[in-house]
């Protein structure tokens, strides 16, 4: 089980990942490394390889070695034998800039010991039909961008005024500016051409969704959950009439399961629909690589609670009421008449049980 911090850590580690997006027809590489402070159990230095969303790298401050996760890339190895050797030399290096530039950045922030956390995103997108790369490059402090590297005007943008020396240093730079965009523009969608190719087989495959009406309580919001779908190229909406919905729903991000499929849902709010109106509406799930749309219509014969049975729990509660009002009747009867002088033998009522269930170059 993890910690409150390392709960944390994940959290902000997967807030990255969420980062561009690829569209329908773009295929993407990712470079991701976090560099941590004092967080019990856990990596000062953890980095990690995406393509198309499917983790196939991964090195880390404790075993200092740059592994394949995916069984597909240990294809690398007979194109090129040194690739993993020049993969954990490479981290070992951004483990060492890790370091370094999170004591940089407390003194630019006036910050002490404790957690620290910094996060830096780079790579590219390649769409498959046009053939436009597009390179790109984060990094984010404490979960909140700082620096945000514009690969086509070739400049840093420094979102924290304490960050405005980088910016300068960097953008002046133009030896560092012409090889960031020679390794996000050239040699990155070269390496993804090939982890593509590798993984052909498992990339290209699709799985369709279990898609799911729930709803917490009766008052809740209906979502519409997608779960178990591969690739992570999908929309999720809410129509009305055959026209998409903009107002009214709330949509989640997309998650990755453990099993590398993904999932994502879109709540709708029910306060403003009529009952009569109900069949009006549908959740639409479209994905990639599937021509046909994926429906499920709004109707509360098919929608999941964790609230019970209504009329049931009504129908029990009605009865303890019920038993209840018997109960204080007979009781003020037995009083009213003791109170006349009479004379009444104990009479016990006793009621039946009810259960309810209710990659940085130097210094920043």
Known sequence: MFTSCQTAMWELFVLLLSCHVASPVMHSMKYVYTASTEVPNFPDFVAVVFVDGIQTEHYDSNTKRAVPTQVWMNQVTADDPEYWKRQTLYWEGQEQYGRVNIETLKERFNQTGGIHVIQVLNGCEWDDETGDVNGFGLISYEGEDILILDMKAQRWIATKPELLESQHKWNNDTGWLEFMEHRLTQECPVRLKNSL???????????????????????????????????????????????????????????????????????????????????????????????????????????????????????TLSAVVTLAIVFIAVTGILVYKKKKGERLKLIAIVLPPVTCTVPVKDKI
């Not at 498992?202 to 969704?209: E, G």
Request: negative net charge; proline residues 7%.
């Open 197 to 315: 190719n590798y993984g052909k087989s498992y990339l290209q495959k699709i799985d369709r969704p279990l898609l799911s009406l729930l709803q917490k309580t009766p008052l809740s919001p209906v979502t519409c959950h997608a779960t178990g779908f591969y690739p992570g190229k999908a929309v999720i909406f809410w129509s009305r009439d055959g026209e998409d919905l903009h107002e009214d729903v709330d949509r989640s991000q997309l998650l990755q399961n453990h099993d590398n499929t993904f999932q994502m849902s879109v709540d709708l709010d029910l306060s403003l629909v009529k009952p009569d109106d109900w069949p009006r509406y549908e959740c639409v799930f479209q994905l990639s690589g599937v021509e046909d749309d994926i429906v499920i219509k709004l109707d509360p014969a098919v929608i999941k609670t964790n609230w019970g049975n209504v009329p049931t729990l009504l129908v």
